[in-house]
Protein backbone atom coordinates (compact mmCIF):
# COMPACT_ATOMS: atom_id res chain seq x y z
CA UNK A 1 0.00 0.00 0.00
CA UNK A 2 1.55 3.25 -0.84
CA UNK A 3 1.83 6.28 1.22
CA UNK A 4 -1.22 8.03 0.38
CA UNK A 5 -3.24 5.38 1.07
CA UNK A 6 -2.22 4.72 4.40
CA UNK A 7 -2.49 7.68 5.31
CA UNK A 8 -6.15 7.89 4.21
CA UNK A 9 -6.96 5.10 6.33
CA UNK A 10 -5.47 6.86 9.18
CA UNK A 11 -7.84 9.53 8.71
CA UNK A 12 -10.89 7.63 8.05
CA UNK A 13 -9.86 5.35 10.76
CA UNK A 14 -9.72 8.50 12.68
CA UNK A 15 -12.78 10.36 11.83
CA UNK A 16 -14.96 6.88 12.20
CA UNK A 17 -13.98 6.88 16.27
CA UNK A 18 -15.02 10.24 16.59
CA UNK A 19 -17.82 9.74 14.86
CA UNK A 20 -18.74 6.33 16.82
CA UNK A 21 -17.78 8.73 20.12
CA UNK A 22 -20.19 10.93 19.23
CA UNK A 23 -22.92 8.15 18.58
CA UNK A 24 -21.93 6.33 21.82
CA UNK A 25 -22.66 9.91 23.48
CA UNK A 26 -25.52 10.69 22.29
CA UNK A 27 -26.99 7.10 23.01
CA UNK A 28 -26.35 7.36 26.03
CA UNK A 29 -27.70 10.60 26.98
CA UNK A 30 -30.73 9.33 25.23
CA UNK A 31 -31.16 6.40 27.71
CA UNK A 32 -30.08 9.00 30.55
CA UNK A 33 -33.56 11.00 29.42
CA UNK A 34 -36.28 7.86 29.09
CA UNK A 35 -34.65 6.06 31.86
CA UNK A 36 -37.30 5.59 34.51
CA UNK A 37 -35.35 6.00 37.01
CA UNK A 38 -33.93 9.52 37.95
CA UNK A 39 -30.48 9.25 37.17
CA UNK A 40 -28.46 12.06 39.43
CA UNK A 41 -26.85 14.61 36.42
CA UNK A 42 -23.34 14.25 37.99
CA UNK A 43 -23.43 10.40 37.37
CA UNK A 44 -24.87 10.67 33.51
CA UNK A 45 -22.03 13.61 33.24
CA UNK A 46 -19.32 11.44 34.73
CA UNK A 47 -20.40 8.59 32.59
CA UNK A 48 -20.16 10.65 29.27
CA UNK A 49 -16.58 11.58 30.38
CA UNK A 50 -15.26 8.33 30.37
CA UNK A 51 -16.77 7.33 27.00
CA UNK A 52 -15.19 11.28 25.37
CA UNK A 53 -11.76 9.89 25.47
CA UNK A 54 -12.57 7.38 23.05
CA UNK A 55 -13.25 9.97 19.93
CA UNK A 56 -9.14 10.95 20.20
CA UNK A 57 -5.94 9.49 18.90
CA UNK A 58 -4.24 9.47 21.64
CA UNK A 59 -7.26 8.32 23.68
CA UNK A 60 -5.10 6.66 26.39
CA UNK A 61 -3.20 10.18 27.09
CA UNK A 62 -6.33 12.14 27.11
CA UNK A 63 -7.59 14.62 29.99
CA UNK A 64 -10.74 15.69 30.54
CA UNK A 65 -12.53 18.42 32.80
CA UNK A 66 -16.35 18.85 33.11
CA UNK A 67 -17.25 21.53 35.38
CA UNK A 68 -21.15 22.70 36.38
CA UNK A 69 -20.34 25.73 38.50
CA UNK A 70 -24.17 25.99 39.37
CA UNK A 71 -24.37 22.84 40.51
CA UNK A 72 -20.85 22.38 42.34
CA UNK A 73 -20.35 19.64 39.66
CA UNK A 74 -16.23 19.27 38.80
CA UNK A 75 -15.60 16.07 36.72
CA UNK A 76 -11.61 15.24 36.09
CA UNK A 77 -8.85 17.11 37.26
CA UNK A 78 -8.00 20.86 36.21
CA UNK A 79 -4.99 21.24 33.63
CA UNK A 80 -2.10 23.00 34.16
CA UNK A 81 -2.08 26.11 32.13
CA UNK A 82 0.91 25.07 29.91
CA UNK A 83 -0.63 22.11 28.59
CA UNK A 84 -3.10 22.25 24.68
CA UNK A 85 -6.69 22.74 25.62
CA UNK A 86 -9.34 21.91 24.27
CA UNK A 87 -12.50 24.25 25.40
CA UNK A 88 -16.18 24.48 24.91
CA UNK A 89 -17.81 26.53 26.87
CA UNK A 90 -21.47 27.56 27.77
CA UNK A 91 -23.52 29.38 30.53
CA UNK A 92 -23.87 26.58 32.81
CA UNK A 93 -21.14 24.70 31.92
CA UNK A 94 -17.08 23.90 30.75
CA UNK A 95 -15.63 21.31 29.09
CA UNK A 96 -11.81 20.70 28.86
CA UNK A 97 -9.88 18.47 26.64
CA UNK A 98 -6.41 18.17 27.35
CA UNK A 99 -3.40 15.64 26.61
CA UNK A 100 -1.17 14.59 29.67
CA UNK A 101 1.73 14.09 27.73
CA UNK A 102 2.26 17.73 26.00
CA UNK A 103 4.72 16.08 23.20
CA UNK A 104 0.81 15.26 21.95
CA UNK A 105 -1.52 17.63 19.94
CA UNK A 106 -4.93 17.70 18.46
CA UNK A 107 -5.61 16.90 15.43
CA UNK A 108 -8.09 20.28 13.26
CA UNK A 109 -10.65 17.72 13.54
CA UNK A 110 -11.08 17.04 17.20
CA UNK A 111 -12.06 21.23 17.32
CA UNK A 112 -15.46 20.47 16.24
CA UNK A 113 -15.49 16.75 18.16
CA UNK A 114 -14.98 19.08 21.48
CA UNK A 115 -17.88 21.95 20.68
CA UNK A 116 -19.93 19.14 19.45
CA UNK A 117 -19.49 16.91 22.71
CA UNK A 118 -20.11 19.86 24.56
CA UNK A 119 -23.53 20.81 22.94
CA UNK A 120 -24.72 17.74 23.71
CA UNK A 121 -23.46 17.60 27.25
CA UNK A 122 -25.17 21.25 26.80
CA UNK A 123 -28.66 19.84 26.07
CA UNK A 124 -28.12 16.99 29.02
CA UNK A 125 -27.98 19.77 31.42
CA UNK A 126 -30.90 21.39 29.51
CA UNK A 127 -33.06 18.77 29.64
CA UNK A 128 -32.14 17.83 33.45
CA UNK A 129 -33.31 21.33 34.11
CA UNK A 130 -36.90 21.40 32.43
CA UNK A 131 -37.56 17.81 34.36
CA UNK A 132 -35.93 19.65 37.54
CA UNK A 133 -39.19 22.40 36.41
CA UNK A 134 -41.69 19.85 35.43
CA UNK A 135 -41.57 18.29 38.63
CA UNK A 136 -41.36 21.04 41.35
CA UNK A 137 -45.08 22.32 38.46
CA UNK A 138 -46.82 19.21 39.27
CA UNK A 139 -45.92 19.12 42.73
CA UNK A 140 -46.98 22.81 42.76
CA UNK A 141 -50.08 22.30 41.41
CA UNK A 142 -50.96 19.08 43.17
CA UNK A 143 -50.51 21.02 46.59
CA UNK A 144 -52.49 23.98 45.32
CA UNK A 145 -55.19 21.54 43.82
CA UNK A 146 -55.36 20.02 47.63
CA UNK A 147 -55.21 23.07 49.18
CA UNK A 148 -58.41 24.18 46.93
CA UNK A 149 -60.38 20.69 47.65
CA UNK A 150 -59.44 21.25 51.47
CA UNK A 151 -61.08 25.35 51.31
CA UNK A 152 -64.36 24.06 50.12
CA UNK A 153 -64.38 21.43 52.45
CA UNK A 154 -63.42 23.41 55.31
CA UNK A 155 -66.13 25.95 54.01
CA UNK A 156 -68.92 23.51 54.27
CA UNK A 157 -68.07 22.23 57.80
CA UNK A 158 -67.12 25.44 59.35
CA UNK A 159 -70.86 26.14 58.18
CA UNK A 160 -72.28 23.11 59.59
CA UNK A 161 -70.53 23.45 63.13
CA UNK A 162 -71.56 27.73 63.20
CA UNK A 163 -74.80 26.25 64.26
CA UNK A 164 -74.95 23.63 66.86
CA UNK A 165 -71.64 25.70 68.58
CA UNK A 166 -74.50 29.10 68.35
CA UNK A 167 -77.25 26.18 70.08
CA UNK A 168 -74.76 24.91 72.61
CA UNK A 169 -73.58 28.38 74.08
CA UNK A 170 -76.88 29.97 74.19
CA UNK A 171 -78.79 26.72 75.97
CA UNK A 172 -75.73 26.33 78.67
CA UNK A 173 -75.60 30.05 79.03
CA UNK A 174 -79.20 30.01 80.06
CA UNK A 175 -78.89 26.85 82.05
CA UNK A 176 -75.96 29.12 84.17
CA UNK A 177 -78.56 31.63 84.88
CA UNK A 178 -80.91 29.17 86.40
CA UNK A 179 -78.67 27.35 88.33
CA UNK A 180 -77.98 27.60 92.09
CA UNK A 181 -76.07 24.83 92.67
CA UNK A 182 -72.37 25.84 92.26
CA UNK A 183 -70.92 22.68 91.06
CA UNK A 184 -73.33 22.72 88.34
CA UNK A 185 -72.45 26.38 87.80
CA UNK A 186 -68.90 25.49 87.35
CA UNK A 187 -69.42 22.81 84.75
CA UNK A 188 -71.57 24.45 82.58
CA UNK A 189 -68.83 27.24 82.87
CA UNK A 190 -66.29 24.70 81.23
CA UNK A 191 -68.92 23.57 78.36
CA UNK A 192 -69.65 27.14 77.89
CA UNK A 193 -65.48 28.38 77.47
CA UNK A 194 -64.99 24.64 75.65
CA UNK A 195 -67.61 26.04 72.88
CA UNK A 196 -65.74 29.55 72.69
CA UNK A 197 -63.00 27.95 72.24
CA UNK A 198 -64.31 25.74 69.28
CA UNK A 199 -66.04 28.96 67.28
CA UNK A 200 -62.85 30.69 67.43
CA UNK A 201 -61.07 27.15 65.97
CA UNK A 202 -64.23 27.81 63.29
CA UNK A 203 -63.83 31.23 62.68
CA UNK A 204 -60.50 30.16 62.13
CA UNK A 205 -61.52 27.85 59.18
CA UNK A 206 -63.97 30.72 57.83
CA UNK A 207 -60.50 32.77 57.13
CA UNK A 208 -58.75 29.65 55.72
CA UNK A 209 -61.83 29.61 53.46
CA UNK A 210 -62.07 32.89 52.75
CA UNK A 211 -65.87 32.96 54.79
CA UNK A 212 -65.29 35.99 56.53
CA UNK A 213 -66.59 38.96 55.44
CA UNK A 214 -64.23 41.75 54.87
CA UNK A 215 -63.70 45.67 55.52
CA UNK A 216 -62.05 46.68 52.42
CA UNK A 217 -60.31 50.31 52.16
CA UNK A 218 -56.84 51.82 51.51
CA UNK A 219 -54.43 50.68 53.99
CA UNK A 220 -50.88 51.96 53.97
CA UNK A 221 -48.58 48.22 54.53
CA UNK A 222 -45.60 49.84 55.37
CA UNK A 223 -47.48 51.63 58.65
CA UNK A 224 -49.39 48.45 59.89
CA UNK A 225 -46.01 47.03 59.78
CA UNK A 226 -44.47 49.40 62.10
CA UNK A 227 -47.67 48.84 64.23
CA UNK A 228 -47.82 45.00 64.01
CA UNK A 229 -43.96 45.01 65.06
CA UNK A 230 -45.09 46.82 68.43
CA UNK A 231 -47.48 44.63 68.76
CA UNK A 232 -44.41 42.02 69.38
CA UNK A 233 -41.87 44.20 71.19
CA UNK A 234 -42.37 42.07 74.37
CA UNK A 235 -41.74 38.32 72.45
CA UNK A 236 -38.92 40.40 70.37
CA UNK A 237 -36.94 41.10 73.63
CA UNK A 238 -37.91 37.86 75.53
CA UNK A 239 -35.21 36.40 72.44
CA UNK A 240 -33.21 39.47 71.98
CA UNK A 241 -34.19 39.62 68.34
CA UNK A 242 -33.28 42.50 66.09
CA UNK A 243 -35.58 43.05 63.43
CA UNK A 244 -33.74 44.71 60.76
CA UNK A 245 -36.64 46.62 58.54
CA UNK A 246 -36.15 47.66 54.86
CA UNK A 247 -38.55 49.70 53.59
CA UNK A 248 -38.97 51.68 49.59
CA UNK A 249 -39.46 55.35 49.38
CA UNK A 250 -42.15 54.27 47.31
CA UNK A 251 -46.14 54.59 48.83
CA UNK A 252 -47.04 50.95 49.74
CA UNK A 253 -50.66 51.13 49.31
CA UNK A 254 -52.86 48.45 48.98
CA UNK A 255 -56.83 47.47 48.94
CA UNK A 256 -57.50 45.51 51.71
CA UNK A 257 -58.78 44.89 55.45
CA UNK A 258 -56.19 46.46 58.00
CA UNK A 259 -57.61 44.10 60.72
CA UNK A 260 -56.65 40.58 58.25
CA UNK A 261 -53.54 41.98 57.14
CA UNK A 262 -52.06 42.20 60.70
CA UNK A 263 -53.76 38.96 61.68
CA UNK A 264 -51.06 37.54 58.66
CA UNK A 265 -48.19 39.85 59.56
CA UNK A 266 -48.58 38.87 63.33
CA UNK A 267 -48.86 35.33 62.47
CA UNK A 268 -45.84 35.73 60.06
CA UNK A 269 -43.92 37.04 62.35
CA UNK A 270 -44.72 35.20 65.55
CA UNK A 271 -43.73 32.16 63.64
CA UNK A 272 -40.24 33.92 62.84
CA UNK A 273 -39.74 34.69 66.25
CA UNK A 274 -40.42 31.15 67.38
CA UNK A 275 -38.19 29.38 65.19
CA UNK A 276 -35.24 32.05 65.84
CA UNK A 277 -32.12 31.42 67.75
CA UNK A 278 -32.05 33.78 70.72
CA UNK A 279 -30.16 36.89 69.52
CA UNK A 280 -30.87 36.05 66.09
CA UNK A 281 -32.47 38.58 63.61
CA UNK A 282 -35.76 39.08 61.52
CA UNK A 283 -35.97 41.02 57.84
CA UNK A 284 -38.73 42.52 57.11
CA UNK A 285 -38.77 44.29 53.59
CA UNK A 286 -41.45 45.85 52.10
CA UNK A 287 -41.09 46.88 48.62
CA UNK A 288 -43.17 48.42 46.05
CA UNK A 289 -43.23 47.30 42.50
CA UNK A 290 -44.92 49.13 39.80
CA UNK A 291 -47.68 46.40 39.63
CA UNK A 292 -47.42 44.79 43.03
CA UNK A 293 -45.76 45.14 46.31
CA UNK A 294 -43.74 42.61 48.11
CA UNK A 295 -43.87 42.01 51.67
CA UNK A 296 -41.48 39.46 52.88
CA UNK A 297 -40.49 37.87 56.63
CA UNK A 298 -37.21 36.26 56.86
CA UNK A 299 -35.82 34.31 60.06
CA UNK A 300 -32.48 32.61 59.86
CA UNK A 301 -33.86 29.97 62.36
CA UNK A 302 -34.32 25.85 62.19
CA UNK A 303 -36.65 26.10 58.51
CA UNK A 304 -38.64 23.95 57.02
CA UNK A 305 -38.05 20.08 55.47
CA UNK A 306 -39.40 19.50 51.74
CA UNK A 307 -41.77 17.44 53.23
CA UNK A 308 -43.68 19.90 55.69
CA UNK A 309 -43.59 22.23 53.32
CA UNK A 310 -46.09 20.38 51.13
CA UNK A 311 -48.14 20.90 54.16
CA UNK A 312 -47.65 23.93 55.57
CA UNK A 313 -51.24 25.81 54.72
CA UNK A 314 -53.20 22.93 55.57
CA UNK A 315 -55.20 23.53 58.48
CA UNK A 316 -53.87 21.97 61.68
CA UNK A 317 -50.51 21.04 60.29
CA UNK A 318 -48.57 22.14 62.70
CA UNK A 319 -44.81 20.47 64.63
CA UNK A 320 -44.86 22.57 67.77
CA UNK A 321 -46.09 20.97 71.11
CA UNK A 322 -48.80 23.47 71.48
CA UNK A 323 -49.23 24.72 68.01
CA UNK A 324 -52.67 25.01 66.81
CA UNK A 325 -51.90 24.79 63.31
CA UNK A 326 -53.85 27.50 62.03
CA UNK A 327 -51.90 30.20 61.57
CA UNK A 328 -50.54 29.64 58.12
CA UNK A 329 -53.78 28.44 57.41
CA UNK A 330 -55.90 31.65 58.03
CA UNK A 331 -52.53 33.78 56.77
CA UNK A 332 -53.49 31.50 53.25
CA UNK A 333 -57.02 31.96 53.22
CA UNK A 334 -56.72 36.21 54.52
CA UNK A 335 -54.05 36.42 51.50
CA UNK A 336 -56.31 34.69 48.57
CA UNK A 337 -59.72 37.01 49.87
CA UNK A 338 -57.26 40.11 49.46
CA UNK A 339 -56.59 38.36 45.73
CA UNK A 340 -53.01 38.48 46.56
CA UNK A 341 -49.97 35.53 46.76
CA UNK A 342 -48.46 34.07 49.87
CA UNK A 343 -44.93 32.35 48.79
CA UNK A 344 -42.65 30.41 50.56
CA UNK A 345 -39.21 29.53 50.48
CA UNK A 346 -37.07 27.92 53.36
CA UNK A 347 -33.92 25.25 54.36
CA UNK A 348 -33.27 23.26 57.16
CA UNK A 349 -31.44 24.86 59.68
CA UNK A 350 -30.85 28.01 57.14
CA UNK A 351 -34.20 30.00 58.03
CA UNK A 352 -37.53 31.19 55.72
CA UNK A 353 -38.64 33.47 53.99
CA UNK A 354 -42.05 34.10 53.35
CA UNK A 355 -43.46 36.56 50.54
CA UNK A 356 -46.63 37.86 50.21
CA UNK A 357 -47.20 39.11 46.66
CA UNK A 358 -50.07 41.95 46.72
CA UNK A 359 -51.33 43.83 43.63
CA UNK A 360 -51.04 47.42 43.68
CA UNK A 361 -54.03 49.92 43.77
CA UNK A 362 -54.59 52.90 41.49
CA UNK A 363 -56.20 54.97 44.44
CA UNK A 364 -54.20 57.34 46.42
CA UNK A 365 -54.38 58.03 49.90
CA UNK A 366 -55.82 61.78 49.85
P1 LIG B 1 -48.57 26.73 64.42
O1 LIG B 1 -47.66 27.91 64.57
O2 LIG B 1 -49.70 26.74 65.41
O3 LIG B 1 -47.88 25.41 64.38
P2 LIG B 1 -48.89 27.61 61.69
O4 LIG B 1 -49.96 27.27 60.68
O5 LIG B 1 -48.62 29.04 61.92
O6 LIG B 1 -49.32 26.88 63.01
O7 LIG B 1 -47.56 26.90 61.25
C1 LIG B 1 -47.56 25.54 60.85
C2 LIG B 1 -46.17 24.96 60.94
O8 LIG B 1 -45.34 25.55 59.93
C3 LIG B 1 -45.42 25.21 62.21
O9 LIG B 1 -45.78 24.28 63.22
C4 LIG B 1 -43.97 25.06 61.78
O10 LIG B 1 -43.62 23.70 61.71
C5 LIG B 1 -43.99 25.57 60.35
N1 LIG B 1 -43.51 26.97 60.26
C6 LIG B 1 -44.23 28.07 59.99
N2 LIG B 1 -43.45 29.16 59.92
C7 LIG B 1 -42.19 28.75 60.14
C8 LIG B 1 -40.90 29.41 60.19
N3 LIG B 1 -40.76 30.72 60.00
N4 LIG B 1 -39.81 28.63 60.43
C9 LIG B 1 -39.93 27.30 60.61
N5 LIG B 1 -41.11 26.63 60.58
C10 LIG B 1 -42.21 27.33 60.35
Given amino acids: MDKSNIQLEKHLAERIKELSCLYKISQASHQFANSAEDIPIEQQLTEIAKI ?22 NIG ?53 QKEKDVLLQKKLQREDRLNVLTELTAGIAHELNTPL ?43 SCE ?4 FNLVDVQHLLNETLELLQIQLQEKQLTIEKEFNANDCFVYGDAIQLTQVFLNLLIN ?27 DFGEGISATNIAKLFQPFFTTKKNGTG ?31 IFPTTKAKKK
Avoid: W
Avoid at 58 to 69: A, F, K, T, Y
Avoid at 272 to 298: L, P, R
Fill in 272 to 298: AIQASKVGGKINVNCKGQQDHIEVTFQ
Fill in 326 to 356: LGLAVAHGIITAHKAKIEVQSKPNKGTIFKL
Fill in 77 to 129: KTFEDDLENLRFQSKVMTLECSYKNPKFSFLKEEYPLVEKIGQELNALLFRKE
Fill in 212 to 215: IPTN
Fill in 52 to 73: IPEGFQHEENLLVHISVPERGI
Fill in 166 to 208: GNILGYAELLKKAEVDKNKQKDLDKIVSSALQAREIVKKLMYF
